[in-house]
């Protein structure tokens, strides 16, 4: 089976990090994508998350109508910080005779040398990159050949921007899913 695996803190889930899972499906003829919200998102540790179970169920809302799109909770059920190189090696364990592909944005990919044991990820992962306005090709440390562009729409969409909108009161509506949307308002996040 060939798995693609979207990482991310989805504080909130956009629509553009269901476009880049679709394009990535369709492009590269995935069978499945796992959607996996960070449980400790060490990267982030400079700012306030919202809690795991609220990023969860924005996740299950936004993918729930796509049979292709899974949700995978391993990280969050996981104590301490989440690295993506630990996920892998549990869904390769989990899953192995899938083929595994990382799904990231260039943003990501420019910071990947810096998250722990790059060549980990590049070794138990194909990496497939998005296009996103804004991120330089970084030097990699590890075979360039480990790298997959897919094409897609540039959707200048990031979950800071929704939630600097919704703590102004202003519409979130086309940048999530209208699930999400409403989740957001009823629960008052990001006020």
């Known amino acids: 089976?060939?798995?693609g695996v979207l990482g991310g803190t989805f504080d909130p889930?956009?629509?553009?990090?269901l476009v880049l899972a679709e394009q990535a499906r369709e492009q590269l003829r995935l069978d499945r994508v796992?959607?996996?919200p960070a449980g400790d998102p060490w990267r982030k540790a400079?700012?306030?998350v919202s809690p795991a179970r609220q990023r969860v169920e924005m996740t299950r809302l936004a993918i729930a109508d796509n049979p292709a799109f899974e949700l995978d909770e391993r990280e969050v059920k996981r104590e301490g910080p989440t690295y993506t190189?630990?996920?892998?090696h549990e869904l390769r364990r989990a899953y192995p005779s899938d083929e595994l592909f990382l799904l990231l944005?260039?943003?990501a990919l420019a910071d990947l040398p810096f998250w722990r044991d790059p060549e980990g990820i590049a070794a138990a992962a194909q990496i497939v990159v998005a296009p996103r306005s804004g991120a330089d090709a970084p030097e990699l440390p590890f075979e360039a050949s480990r790298v997959v562009r897919i094409d897609m729409p540039r959707l200048e969409i990031s979950s800071?921007?929704?939630r600097a909108r919704a703590a102004e009161g202003r519409s979130l509506r086309y940048?999530?899913?209208a699930a999400v949307e409403a989740y957001i308002r009823e629960n008052g996040l990001y006020r």
């Open 1 to 3: 089976m060939r798995t």
């Open 13 to 17: 889930v956009h629509l553009a990090h």
């Open 34 to 36: 796992l959607f996996v």
């Open 46 to 48: 400079h700012r306030e």
């Open 85 to 88: 190189v630990d996920t892998l």
């Open 105 to 107: 944005g260039e943003d």
């Open 160 to 162: 800071t921007d929704l």
């Open 175 to 177: 940048l999530v899913p």
